[in-house]
Each structure stands twice: as structure tokens, then as C-alpha cells.
């Protein structure tokens, strides 16, 4: 079969939205050119062979920083014709935490590749969002003597080793492994995305001390020398499914639901099934790949069991994850998942989700995950289960 050309996309937009609309007064304007002549950003323009001055172009205005500037148009305009105005469409998009200049700052740097300079490629509201981390210490004496408590968060009377963002992944008996941070890459498949995102994903859950998560289209040859910090997933729909990958990596993780799209699977746009992506899910080219829900294989503990055993044959070493979403039963998923044998329960809850996650499924369905912990944590404590091992559990009750 001949293989296609891979095509860029266009824009989806033909202009990019601006912060300001640049207004003409047509009544006042006598077509004299200056602007166009002033504006070094090609705003005003006068096509050849046209008497008049073209419609401004104001996604190409650098809105009000320009004020002060020499070139200002407005200021230039013989006839007071040209006003700087907001932007309805661009006051419409954007909300607190995903603010408009953080969209349109990360619009322009995805059609560019360059970061635009100043506020619009920063943070948005978050206040530093996943950069910080709050520390809620249990107010005690010796605390207080030392200056830690939850009115202090910010103090820096204790020392560096009262604290320790590492996380213990396995509890129970078997191979040990800790991450440095409180944090992990969640899955992002090859085809989501790019193998230069899964590259730096990888790398960067190496400098980190954590693990990233292919997601489940496969594993690509080119992460081999990151196999330390990158979990490969096993997901309903098997795309990429290597035997050979599961006997190399450290953590393998079935992914059963999504916090994003609980009950809907996952779905692979044609367009996004390239060559290479096709190869690595031995799928047909330029086919629309959808994983379905659930898993057809496992519909008890005891399925479930067979799923973990399985990988545990093939790497008696490997941490299992198990990724479920937050039904209000999770807790009694959880301790399913713990008598058949997960390593880690990988809570994921509501919110998350790329743009293949139908907005409706995205913030109503799953439980946050603020209420999942908790409700999880308990039922695990109260079944006795929590923080202790599978092995001792089953040496107690086995005949
Ligand atoms: S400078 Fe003013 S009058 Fe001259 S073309 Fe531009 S808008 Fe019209
Ligand atoms: S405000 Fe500045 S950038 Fe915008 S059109 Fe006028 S001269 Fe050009």
C-alpha cells in the first residue's frame, strides 16, 4: 500500500485573536498613508494599485504597549481617525485559571515555536500552580518550638531534613521503589502526542527522580534509555502491547478508566494515525482507533487478578499501577484491586482530559479527587489493608 504524504494542518483560525481591535473611522479618514507608513508591524496596509487603505489587521497590533512608542499611530493620524479598542472576542475566552493571555500566549508559541515575551506565556492565575508545594504541618510542641505549623507555612526555621517529598510506590512485599517528588507524568500516547513530548517527558521525569507514562499507544524504541523512569501502559484497546517492553520497564500500568471520561474509552482521530504511529499500534493508516470500555477481559477481582498475574510473569519485578477512575465505589475498586495484587492504586479523578474528552464527560462525571483520597484511605484502613502487605494478608487467611 502506498503511504501518504503526512500534510501539516493549517491554522484552524486564519488570525490569531488580539488583545485590541484597531479602528478606522472611515467618515474622517482621507487615505493619506500614514499609518501605514508609521506602523512598523503592518497593521495599515495600502495594496498596490488601491487608493484606499486596507481594513487593519489587528492581530498584528501590539496592542497598548505601543503607546509611548514614537511610531503610535493614533497619535499620527492627521484627522484623529484611529482608535485603539478592546477586543470582544478576545474578553470572551479564558477563565480564571486558564486566563485569556495564557491561551493566546500558548496559541502563539504552539503555531510558532517561539514563547511570546512577558505576561502571556506565564502562569495565568495559579499563583505558580504545580511549581509550589504547600507543606501542612500537624501543629505540635516540637513543631512550634522549631518554628513549623499550619499559620507558617512559609517560615524557615526547620531544617532540610524534617522534609521529604518522596514517595514510597510499593508497600507491600517485593521490589522497593520511592520518587523524589509528589508527582508523576500521567499518560500522554504516542499519536496524542509527539515523540519529541514523549522525549521530554522522559527526560524530564529523570532530572525529577519520578516516572512518566507513555499513555497506551505504545512505547517508541527512541525511550529505551529512559526505561528507569517511564511507565508503560496497558490499556483496553492493546495498542502497542509489548511483551518485550514489559520485561524491561520498572512500573507497568493498566489503565481501566480515565477521571476525565469515566465509561467513554479513548478515541485516536484518523488524522492523528500517521506512518510511525499506524506501525507502533498495528493499526491501519489514517483509521480512526478507538479503545473501547471497559476491558472485555475483566469483569471481577478474579479477571482483574489474572491481568496483574500476568504481568508479574513476565516481570516478577514489575510494580503494578492500577489506573480507575473515581465512581463513588472506588473505594471497594480499591481493595478489589489490592487482593488482586496492584502494587499502587492510581486514583484518577475528575478534571484532566485533552481536546478528545467531550467537555460534558470532563467535569461532571468522576468524583474530585479531594473526596476520592479520603473515601479510599479509610475504607483501605478500615479493611485492614492499608500500608500493609499482601503477602502477610494472605499467609494469615490462606488454608
Ligand atoms: S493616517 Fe489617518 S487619515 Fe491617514 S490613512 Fe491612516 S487613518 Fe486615514
Ligand atoms: S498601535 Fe502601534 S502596532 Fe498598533 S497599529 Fe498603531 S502603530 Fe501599529
New binding site residues.
Given amino acids: 500500500m502506498k503511504t501518504p504524504a503526512v500534510k501539516l494542518a493549517p491554522s484552524r483560525f486564519p488570525n490569531e485573536i488580539s488583545e485590541v481591535e484597531v479602528k478606522?473611522d472611515v467618515s474622517?479618514?482621507?487615505?493619506?498613508?500614514?499609518?501605514?507608513k508609521v506602523c512598523p508591524f503592518g497593521v495599515?496596509e495600502r495594496k498596490a494599485g488601491y487608493n484606499r487603505?486596507s481594513k487593519p489587521l489587528s492581530y498584528l497590533c501590539i496592542s497598548t504597549s505601543c503607546e509611548d512608542k514614537p511610531f503610535y499611530?493614533v497619535n499620527?493620524?492627521?484627522?484623529k481617525?484611529?482608535s485603539l479598542d478592546i477586543n470582544h472576542d478576545y474578553i470572551t475566552i479564558g477563565d480564571y485559571r486558564w486566563t485569556r493571555d495564557l491561551i493566546i500566549g500558548t496559541w502563539k508559541q504552539a503555531e510558532t515555536g517561539i514563547p511570546l515575551k512577558g505576561r502571556r506565556y506565564e502562569i495565568g492565575n495559579s499563583g505558580g500552580g504545580f511549581d509550589r508545594i504547600f507543606f501542612n504541618f500537624p501543629e505540635s510542641d516540637g513543631n512550634r518550638e522549631k518554628g513549623i505549623g499550619n499559620k507558617d507555612h512559609n517560615s524557615h526555621a526547620f531544617e532540610d531534613e524534617d522534609i521529604s517529598t518522596e514517595i514510597d510506590l510499593n508497600k507491600r512485599e517485593g521490589k522497593k521503589l520511592c520518587i523524589n517528588v509528589p508527582f508523576y507524568g500521567g499518560g500522554m500516547s504516542f499519536g496524542s502526542v509527539s515523540l519529541s513530548v514523549m522525549l521530554a517527558r522522559a527526560k524530564a521525569a529523570r532530572a525529577w527522580g519520578t516516572f512518566t507514562c507513555t499513555g497506551e499507544g505504545g512505547y517508541p524504541e527512541e525511550l529505551k534509555e529512559y526505561d528507569d523512569n517511564v511507565i508503560t501502559q496497558v490499556a483496553t484497546g492493546l495498542f502497542g502491547v509489548m511483551e518485550d517492553t514489559i520485561q524491561r520497564v520498572k512500573i507497568v500500568e493498566f489503565k481501566y478508566a480515565q477521571g476525565a471520561k469515566p465509561g467513554l474509552g479513548g478515541h485516536l482521530l484518523g488524522d492523528k494515525v500517521t506512518p510511525e504511529v499506524a506501525r507502533m499500534r498495528e493499526a491501519v493508516l489514517g483509521s480512526s482507533l478507538f479503545s473501547p470500555f471497559p476491558f472485555h477481559s475483566v469483569y471481577s477481582v478474579e479477571d482483574h487478578k489474572k491481568h496483574v498475574d500476568w504481568i508479574k510473569e513476565l516481570n516478577p519485578d514489575a510494580i503494578v499501577s492500577v489506573k480507575v477512575s473515581t465512581p463513588t465505589d472506588v473505594d471497594m475498586v480499591a481493595v478489589g484491586s489490592y487482593y488482586a495484587g496492584a502494587n499502587i492504586i492510581h486514583l484518577d479523578g475528575s478534571y484532566g482530559g485533552t481536546g478528545a474528552a467531550p467537555d460534558i464527560a470532563k467535569k461532571n462525571i468522576a468524583m474530585p479527587i479531594e473526596y476520592a483520597i479520603p473515601k479510599v484511605h479509610e475504607f483501605l484502613k478500615e479493611q485492614g489493608v492499608r500500608d500493609d502487605g499482601h503477602r502477610k494478608w494472605w499467609n494469615k487467611n490462606s488454608p
Avoid at 28 to 36: D, F, L, P, S
Avoid at 76 to 79: K, L, Q, T, V
Wanted: charged residues 15%; proline residues 5%.
Fill in positions: 478606522r474622517k479618514c482621507i487615505n493619506c498613508g500614514t499609518c501605514a495599515h487603505i499611530c499620527h493620524c492627521p484627522r481617525a484611529l
